[in-house]
Nanobody, 122 residues
Framework: QAQLVESGGGLVQPGGSLRLSCSASGPILRNYGIGWFRQGPGKEREGVSCIGISDRDRYNLESRFTISRDNAKNTVYLQMNDLKVGDTAVYYC??????????????????WGQGTQVTVSS
């Protein structure tokens, strides 16, 4: 029952950058991987990025995205550069099993948080 809170979204022009944060209520990053998902208007939710317990296991759907974590702060970040209109979505984080080769292979909890809105528009 990990408690995760997303933040960092906002309105940005195409080509801009945002850094999303996924903050945990406790030191769960020692035991769980974290995945980012997004759901755009009229689209199904899709996996975007993940990072495992070990930094060796990282995956990003787009090379423009970079995932990282700070265990001391119990926070996972998603750096998104060169944003495009198609990146517009609500972004969510949740616990996952993550593989550098297969990406998000398993979601470990069923509930979703509030998410954070990313809007890319000129």
């Amino acid at each position: 029952q990990a408690q995760l809170v997303e933040s960092g979204g906002g309105l940005v022009q195409p080509g801009g950058s945002l850094r999303l944060s996924c903050s945990a209520s406790g030191p769960i990053l020692r035991n769980y991987g974290i995945g980012w998902f997004r759901q755009g208007p009229g689209k199904e939710r899709e996996g975007v990025s993940c990072i495992g317990i070990s930094d060796r296991d990282r995956y990003n759907l787009e090379s423009r995205f970079t995932i990282s974590r700070d265990n001391a702060k119990n926070t996972v970040y998603l750096q998104m550069n060169d944003l495009k209109v198609g990146d517009t979505a609500v972004y969510y984080c949740t616990t996952v099993a993550c593989s550098r080769l297969r990406g998000i292979v398993r979601r470990l909890q069923d509930h979703w948080g509030q998410g954070t809105q990313v809007t890319v528009s000129s």
